[in-house]
């Protein structure tokens, strides 16, 4: 996958109500690259010659140029970000898709480059390359790892995805449901995630505020309390470092994408 970005045209968030019909002939022949991650919904998507079964947390890449086929039919709509970009070589010559499963790394970074792209502020351009880079890295990264890495801290991970909003939930009690010392448990889970269980127990919590936020049906200091923040400060500051702008620019963005 190694390349050299040269252009990023646009990043969108695609909703769920964008294309309510149950199948849509997209024009085949694209004038970019275009790296996509499912946050949710079910989808059959016919691209040339492959068949791809789309689901939640999966990213698909489409190369520029004159295709066959693009067609899409929808069992159950969902929501995407799409980056359009171009690079001095395509990740890959033919379309394809990888199921990143709980990397939330990576849906982090779809986040994070939309909410840099919406947000336009100085230099943004540039961060959003540079996340875009940190994309390419991870999708590399996640297909290298040891499968059996992840099958020895499976138990910590089903108990993280459970139970992450709970304050008293510790590193030394997710290392002992798989068995292990807390140094290896991490040294395991930064293998696989890219990231320590502390920061992507935050990360699923800044998601999870993302979801709240883009409902906008609460305050930022209700959703700092419903994802267990301590305060709205510390929650504010986290949101920015993880997403590049803070929890109320972010709202206001995604309700003017709609």
Not at 167 to 190: C, H, P, Q, T, W
Not at 223 to 229: P, Q, S
Request: hydrophobic share 35%; proline share 4%.
């Amino acid at each position: 996958m190694d390349c050299i970005i040269q252009e990023i045209s646009r990043v969108i968030l695609v909703g769920k109500e964008e294309y309510p019909e149950q199948m849509t002939s997209f024009s085949p022949s694209l004038n970019y690259h275009e790296l996509i991650f499912h946050f949710s919904g079910q989808t059959t998507h016919y691209f040339n010659d492959k068949k791809f079964e789309i689901k939640p947390n999966m990213v698909r890449f489409l190369p520029k140029g004159e295709n066959k086929k693009y067609d899409v039919i929808r069992k159950e709509r969902g929501e995407c970000i799409d980056i359009y970009f171009l690079s001095d070589k395509p990740l890959s010559e033919e379309a394809f898709i990888l199921d990143v499963g709980r990397n939330e790394r990576i849906a982090r970074l779809f986040r994070r480059i939309f909410a840099t792209w919406m947000a336009r502020e100085e230099g943004y351009y540039p961060d959003c390359i540079a996340i875009l880079y940190q994309i390419i890295a991870e999708m590399m990264r996640l297909q290298k790892t040891p499968t059996s890495h992840l099958k020895k801290i499976q138990p910590s991970i089903n108990k993280i995805h459970q139970s992450f909003l709970d304050e008293n939930l510790s590193i030394d009690e997710l290392a002992s449901l798989s068995g292990m010392k807390s140094s290896y448990f991490n040294r395991l889970f930064v293998e696989h995630y890219g990231i320590s269980p502390k920061k992507y127990i935050i990360t699923l919590k800044i998601n999870y505020a993302c979801e709240l936020l883009r409902l906008g049906q609460y305050s930022i200091t209700q959703v700092a309390d419903l994802c267990g923040f301590a305060n709205i400060y510390f929650f504010s500051r986290q949101f920015k470092e993880y997403m590049g702008i803070t929890p109320t620019r972010f709202a206001k963005d995604c309700k003017s994408s709609k």
